[in-house]
C-alpha cells in the first residue's frame, strides 16, 4: 500500500502568501518609483554638470584668451622695449666710439704743443724769455690735458652705462623669453579639446608649485622690468647728450686755444722780425761807422807823422841857429817863430795823440758792440727759426696727415728752393 511523504519545511498560511505578494507588489512600486526618481534627478544632474562644464570649459577658455593677451600684450611691450634698449646700446656705443676717437685725436695736439715748447728750449741767452707764446702753449698744455680727463670720464661712464643697459637688456630678454613660454603654454592649454589624444588624468594637478607668483607679483615684476628699461634708456639718451655736448665743447675749447696759441706765435715772430731788422740796421750803422773812424784814425796817423816832420824840421832849423857866430846869435824874429812853431807843433801832437787814443778806444767799443750785435742777431735768428719751426709743426693740426709735408727740415732748417733775404741771413747766423 502506498504511504504519502510529507516533506519537512514550514508551512505558510495564506495570508501570510497574500501578505507576500501585497508587500512584492508593494516593493516592486517603490522601488520603481525610487529608480524614476533616481532618474530623474540623474538626468537634472547630468543637465546641470554637463552646462557647468560645458560653462566652465568655457571661463576658463575665456580666461585663457584674456591671459594670452594679456601676456602677448606685455611681450609686445617687452619686444618694443628690447628694439629700443638695442638701438640704445648701438647709439651709445658709436656715441663711445666717437669720445675713443676724439680722446685719442687729442694725442697730436699734446704732442705738438710739447715739441714746440722743447723746440723752444734751444733759444739761446736774453731770448731764453718767459713770453706769451710759452704762457699759451703752457696753457694749451693745460686745456689738452683737461679735455682729455673730460673725455674719459665720459668714456667711463658710457661704459658704465654700457653694462648697465646690457644687464637691463639680460632682465627683459629673460621675462621676454618666459613671456614666449608662458604663451606657448597657455596656446598650447587653449587648443586641447575633449578629443585631443594628449589628455590624460594627472598626479595632483592642483597643487601650487613652489616658486609660485601672485599675478600682482607677476605684474609688478615686468613692470619693473619695462621701467627700469625706459629708466636706463633715458639715461643713455641724457649721457649721449652729455657725450656730444662735451666733444663739442672741447673741441672748441682746443680750437680757440690753438688760435690763440698762432696769433701770439705770429705776433711774437713779427716782433722779433721788427727787432732782428733793427739789429741789422744798427749792424749796418756800426760797420759804417767803423769804417769811417778807421778812415778817420788813418787820417790822424797821416795827420801825426807830417806833424812829426814839421817837429824835426823846426827842431833842425832852430839847432842849426844855434851855431851862427858871435853877436849873429841874436834871438830874433826867426827865433822866436821857430820856438812858437815847435810849441805850438808839440801841442798839435799831443792833441792828435789824444784824439788818436780816444779814437781807437771808440773803435774797441764799436766792435765790441758789433760783436753783441751780431751775437744777439744770430739769437734772434736762431729764435725765429725755432718758432718758424713751431709753426710748421702746429701744421699738423689743420692739414691731415696724408697731405702734410714739412716746410722746415730739422737738418737742413728748410726745404725751399728759394730763400727770402731774411730767411738766408737767418740761416747764415744759424
Given at each position: 500500500?502506498?504511504?504519502?511523504?510529507?516533506?519537512?519545511?514550514?508551512?505558510?498560511?495564506?495570508?501570510?502568501?497574500?501578505?507576500?505578494?501585497?508587500?512584492?507588489?508593494?516593493?516592486?512600486?517603490?522601488?520603481?518609483?525610487?529608480?524614476?526618481?533616481?532618474?530623474?534627478?540623474?538626468?537634472?544632474?547630468?543637465?546641470?554638470?554637463?552646462?557647468?562644464?560645458?560653462?566652465?570649459?568655457?571661463?576658463?577658455?575665456?580666461?585663457?584668451?584674456?591671459?594670452?593677451?594679456?601676456?602677448?600684450?606685455?611681450?609686445?611691450?617687452?619686444?618694443?622695449?628690447?628694439?629700443?634698449?638695442?638701438?640704445?646700446?648701438?647709439?651709445?656705443?658709436?656715441?663711445?666710439?666717437?669720445?675713443?676717437?676724439?680722446?685719442?685725436?687729442?694725442?697730436?695736439?699734446?704732442?705738438?704743443?710739447?715739441?714746440?715748447?722743447?723746440?723752444?728750449?734751444?733759444?739761446?741767452?736774453?731770448?731764453?724769455?718767459?713770453?706769451?707764446?710759452?704762457?699759451?702753449?703752457?696753457?694749451?698744455?693745460?686745456?689738452?690735458?683737461?679735455?682729455?680727463?673730460?673725455?674719459?670720464?665720459?668714456?667711463?661712464?658710457?661704459?658704465?652705462?654700457?653694462?648697465?643697459?646690457?644687464?637691463?637688456?639680460?632682465?627683459?630678454?629673460?621675462?621676454?623669453?618666459?613671456?614666449?613660454?608662458?604663451?606657448?603654454?597657455?596656446?598650447?592649454?587653449?587648443?586641447?579639446?575633449?578629443?585631443?589624444?594628449?589628455?590624460?588624468?594627472?598626479?595632483?594637478?592642483?597643487?601650487?608649485?613652489?616658486?609660485?607668483?601672485?599675478?600682482?607679483?607677476?605684474?609688478?615684476?615686468?613692470?619693473?622690468?619695462?621701467?627700469?628699461?625706459?629708466?636706463?634708456?633715458?639715461?643713455?639718451?641724457?649721457?649721449?647728450?652729455?657725450?656730444?655736448?662735451?666733444?663739442?665743447?672741447?673741441?672748441?675749447?682746443?680750437?680757440?686755444?690753438?688760435?690763440?696759441?698762432?696769433?701770439?706765435?705770429?705776433?711774437?715772430?713779427?716782433?722779433?722780425?721788427?727787432?732782428?731788422?733793427e739789429l741789422k740796421w744798427q749792424e749796418k750803422n756800426t760797420l759804417e761807422e767803423i769804417a769811417e773812424l778807421?778812415?778817420?784814425?788813418?787820417?790822424?796817423?797821416?795827420?801825426?807823422?807830417?806833424?812829426?816832420?814839421?817837429?824835426?824840421?823846426?827842431?833842425?832849423?832852430?839847432?842849426?841857429?844855434?851855431?851862427?857866430?858871435?853877436?849873429?846869435?841874436?834871438?830874433?824874429?826867426?827865433?822866436?817863430?821857430?820856438?812858437?812853431?815847435?810849441?805850438?807843433?808839440?801841442?798839435?801832437?799831443?792833441?792828435?795823440?789824444?784824439?788818436l787814443a780816444q779814437a781807437q778806444d771808440a773803435l774797441d767799443a764799436l766792435y765790441k758792440h758789433l760783436a753783441?750785435?751780431?751775437?744777439?742777431?744770430?739769437?734772434?735768428?736762431?729764435?725765429?727759426?725755432?718758432?718758424?719751426?713751431?709753426?710748421?709743426?702746429?701744421?699738423?693740426?689743420?692739414?691731415?696727415?696724408?697731405?702734410?709735408?714739412?716746410?722746415?727740415?730739422?737738418?737742413?732748417?728748410?726745404?725751399?728752393?728759394?730763400?727770402?733775404?731774411?730767411?738766408?741771413?737767418?740761416?747764415?747766423?744759424?
Amino acid at each position: 500500500m502506498a504511504t504519502l511523504s510529507v516533506k519537512p519545511s514550514q508551512r505558510f498560511q495564506l495570508p501570510d502568501w497574500h501578505t507576500n505578494s501585497y508587500l512584492l507588489s508593494t516593493n516592486a512600486q517603490l522601488q520603481r518609483d525610487a529608480s524614476h526618481q533616481i532618474r530623474q534627478e540623474a538626468r537634472v544632474l547630468r543637465n546641470e554638470t554637463n552646462n557647468q562644464t560645458i560653462w566652465d570649459e568655457h571661463d576658463n577658455r575665456t580666461r585663457l584668451v584674456e591671459r594670452i593677451d594679456t601676456v602677448n600684450r606685455w611681450k609686445e611691450m617687452l619686444d618694443k622695449c628690447l628694439t629700443d634698449l638695442d638701438a640704445e646700446i648701438d647709439a651709445l656705443t658709436q656715441m663711445k666710439d666717437s669720445a675713443e676717437q676724439n680722446l685719442q685725436a687729442k694725442n697730436l695736439p699734446l704732442d705738438v704743443a710739447i715739441e714746440c715748447l722743447t723746440l723752444r728750449e734751444s733759444r739761446r741767452d736774453i731770448d731764453v724769455v718767459k713770453d706769451p707764446v710759452e704762457d699759451e702753449l703752457h696753457k694749451e698744455v693745460e686745456v689738452i690735458e683737461a679735455t682729455k680727463k673730460a673725455l674719459q670720464q665720459k668714456v667711463s661712464q658710457a661704459f658704465e652705462q654700457l653694462c648697465l643697459l646690457q644687464e637691463v637688456r639680460q632682465q627683459l630678454n629673460s621675462d621676454h623669453r618666459g613671456k614666449m613660454e608662458t604663451l606657448e603654454i597657455d596656446r598650447g592649454c587653449l587648443s586641447l579639446n575633449l578629443r585631443s589624444p594628449n589628455i590624460s588624468l594627472k598626479v595632483d594637478p592642483t597643487r601650487v608649485p613652489d616658486g609660485s607668483t601672485t599675478l600682482q607679483q607677476w605684474d609688478d615684476f615686468s613692470q619693473f622690468n619695462k621701467d627700469r628699461g625706459e629708466a636706463e634708456m633715458k639715461a643713455a639718451t641724457e649721457l649721449r647728450e652729455a657725450i656730444a655736448l662735451t666733444i663739442a665743447e672741447t673741441n672748441n675749447e682746443l680750437e680757440a686755444q690753438r688760435v690763440a696759441t698762432e696769433f701770439a706765435f705770429r705776433k711774437r715772430l713779427r716782433e722779433m722780425e721788427k727787432v732782428y731788422s733793427e739789429l741789422k740796421w744798427q749792424e749796418k750803422n756800426t760797420l759804417e761807422e767803423i769804417a769811417e773812424l778807421q778812415e778817420d784814425i788813418r787820417h790822424l796817423e797821416e795827420d801825426l807823422r807830417t806833424k812829426f816832420l814839421s817837429l824835426k824840421l823846426s827842431h833842425t832849423r832852430l839847432d842849426a841857429r844855434t851855431y851862427r857866430p858871435n853877436v849873429e846869435l841874436c834871438r830874433d824874429q826867426a827865433q822866436y817863430g821857430l820856438t812858437d812853431e815847435v810849441h805850438q807843433l808839440e801841442a798839435t801832437i799831443a792833441a792828435l795823440k789824444q784824439k788818436l787814443a780816444q779814437a781807437q778806444d771808440a773803435l774797441d767799443a764799436l766792435y765790441k758792440h758789433l760783436a753783441r750785435l751780431q751775437a744777439d742777431i744770430a739769437c734772434k735768428a736762431n729764435s725765429m727759426l725755432l718758432d718758424t719751426k713751431c709753426m710748421d709743426t702746429r701744421r699738423k693740426l689743420t692739414v691731415p696727415a696724408e697731405k702734410f709735408v714739412p716746410e722746415v727740415d730739422t737738418f737742413t732748417r728748410t726745404t725751399d728752393s728759394t730763400l727770402s733775404p731774411l730767411k738766408s741771413c737767418h740761416l747764415e747766423l744759424a
